[in-house]
C-alpha cells in the first residue's frame, strides 16, 4: 500500500488511537471483530521444529534483514570496540578514530583467527592474537610481522571484510547483506511511526538475558500478541495496562505494532503515582499518546520495542538451534544532554521488567519439546494474533515460497499492510 506520510502519522494521534481503543473495546465486548476481517489460515507446526525450514532460515533471513547488533553509548570513545557472535557469526563493532562506528566480521585475513577475543574493550589498533598481523580502527591491515616472507602480500588488500552497518539513532544496525536496502527504507512506514521517538538521546545501561527452549518464532509469537497476557501476566502488565483491546497495525516487511490502553489513563503506565510521573517525565517531544498507553513495535524479525512513558526497553529474541532461543532484554534511557545517570528507579525498572519476561518465559519453556511430540499439527490464527500472520508471510517471502515445503508454507490471506 503506498499511502501519504501525514496519513501513516495520523494512525497514532491520540482521538485516533482513542477511538480505534473504544472501537476494540466494543468488538472484545461484544464477542465480534471486524466484519472485513478475513479467517486467517494455520501456520504448519513443522514451520517451528523442522531442521531443513531452520536452515532456510539462516540461509535466506538472517543473512539477508537488519538486525541490532548494540548501542552507540556501548562503544563511546574512540578504540572502544564490542565483539559478539550474531547467527554464528562473529562479528566486531568497532569506533575509529574519526568517532565513526564500523562492523567487521572478527575474522583475520591471514588464517582466520577470531580477533577481538574480549566482548567489549579498548584498543588502539586490532592486533591478531595468533601471528600477530594488526589492522587499524578502519580495519586497514597495517602491520605484518616479517612481511618480507609474504612477498606477493599487498595489505591495502587484506582490509579486515566489513559489515553493513547503519545507525538508528544511538541503535546500530548490521546486515551481511551488502545489496540490503537502507535500515530506514527497510522500516518503511512504521519508522515514520516512530519518528517521534528520541533514538539519538537514547542510551543502553543494562541487559538482561534468558536462554529457552523454544523456536526463536515461537518467542517473537510471544512478544507480538497481546491474547496471552490476561493469563501469563495478569498480575503484572495485565494490571497496568488493558491487553484485550490493542489497536494494532500491520506494516510490509513483517512489522508490526500494538498500542495497549493504559488502564489509569494519563501518566498511569506500570503504576506509578502521578507524583513518580511527573518527576520521571521523559515525553519531551514524544506523541501526546505516549501519557495513555504503550506503543509495542514489532520490528522484523527480532525486536520488539515496548514505548511507554519513562521506560524504554528493546527486547531482542535470536535463534540457538533449532529448538532453542536466547532472549535479549536491553534497558535504555532517555538521556537528552548525553549524559547516563542510572538511578534507583531504572534498576527497579530492570527488577520488575524482568519479573514480566520471566513469566513468559515460563509458558515457552519445553515449548520445542510439546511441538516435536507429534502432539499438535497447525497452529490456528485469531483476529488477535493477525502479527503472526504478517509475520510468518515476511519469513516466507525472505525464503522464497518455492524453496519451502508445500506442507510448510502459509498460506494467502488477503489483510491490509500499511
Ligand atoms: S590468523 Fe591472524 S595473524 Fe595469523
Ligand atoms: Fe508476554
Redesign the pocket.
Known amino acids: 500500500m503506498n499511502i501519504q506520510e501525514s496519513a501513516v502519522l495520523e494512525l497514532e494521534e491520540l482521538d485516533v488511537i482513542q477511538k480505534g481503543w473504544d472501537q476494540e473495546r466494543h468488538f472484545f465486548k461484544n464477542k465480534v471483530h471486524p466484519d472485513d476481517f478475513p479467517p486467517l489460515p494455520e501456520l504448519p507446526a513443522a514451520r517451528y521444529t523442522d531442521e531443513a525450514f531452520y536452515q532456510l532460515e539462516q540461509e535466506h533471513l538472517w543473512s539477508k534483514t537488519w538486525v541490532l547488533a548494540g548501542f552507540a553509548n556501548e562503544i563511546a570513545k574512540p578504540g572502544d570496540f564490542k565483539a559478539m557472535e550474531i547467527n554464528d557469526r562473529p562479528i566486531v563493532l568497532v569506533r575509529g578514530k574519526d568517532r565513526e562506528i564500523r562492523a567487521f566480521y572478527n575474522v583475520?585475513?591471514?588464517?582466520?583467527?577470531t580477533?577481538c577475543k574480549t566482548a567489549n574493550g579498548n584498543a588502539k589498533q586490532l592486533t591478531?592474537?595468533?601471528?600477530?598481523?594488526t589492522y587499524d580502527l578502519e580495519g586497514n591491515l597495517q602491520f605484518v610481522p616479517a612481511q618480507h616472507e609474504f612477498p606477493a602480500l599487498d595489505p591495502a588488500q587484506k582490509p579486515l571484510r566489513s559489515i553493513r552497518c547503519e545507525m538508528n539513532g544511538n541503535l546500530i544496525y548490521v546486515s551481511f547483506d551488502d545489496n540490503a536496502q537502507p535500515h530506514q527504507r527497510f522500516l518503511g512506514n512504521i519508522g515514520l511511526l516512530m519518528s517521534d521517538i528520541p533514538f539519538d538521546q537514547v542510551m543502553h545501561y543494562e541487559t538482561v538475558a534468558w536462554t529457552v527452549e523454544s523456536n526463536w518464532k515461537s518467542v517473537q509469537d510471544a512478544f507480538s500478541e497481546a491474547y496471552h497476557a490476561r493469563f501469563v501476566h495478569a498480575q503484572t502488565a495485565h494490571q497496568s495496562l488493558d491487553t484485550t483491546a490493542p489497536v494494532k497495525y500491520l506494516f510490509k516487511h513483517g512489522h508490526y505494532v500494538q498500542i495497549n490502553r493504559s488502564r489509569q489513563g494519563e501518566a498511569g503506565i506500570f503504576g506509578q503515582n502521578q507524583e513518580a510521573a511527573d518527576e520521571s517525565r521523559t515525553i519531551g517531544q514524544m506523541k501526546p499518546l505516549t501519557r495513555y498507553g504503550q506503543r509495542a513495535y514489532n520490528l522484523f524479525p527480532n525486536l520488539t520495542l515496548p514505548i511507554t512513558e519513562g521506560a524504554f526497553s528493546v527486547i531482542a529474541i535470536w535463534p540457538v538451534d533449532v529448538g532453542t532461543s536466547r532472549i535479549d532484554l536491553h534497558f535504555l534511557k532517555i538521556c537528552p544532554d548525553g549524559e547516563l545517570v542510572v538511578t534507583e528507579d531504572d534498576r527497579e525498572a530492570v527488577i520488575q521488567f524482568s519479573a514480566v519476561i520471566d513469566e513468559d518465559i515460563a509458558t515457552l519453556a519445553g515449548m520445542h519439546n510439546a511441538m516435536t511430540s507429534g502432539g499438535l499439527d497447525s497452529i490456528p490464527l485469531s483476529y488477535g494474533e493477525q502479527a503472526l500472520y504478517n509475520f510468518h508471510r515476511e519469513v516466507d517471502r525472505l525464503i522464497g515460497p518455492e524453496r519451502i515445503d508445500p506442507a510448510l508454507r502459509v498460506q494467502d490471506a488477503n489483510i491490509p499492510v500499511y
Open positions: 583475520c585475513q591471514h588464517r582466520g583467527s580477533i591478531c592474537p595468533y601471528h600477530g598481523w
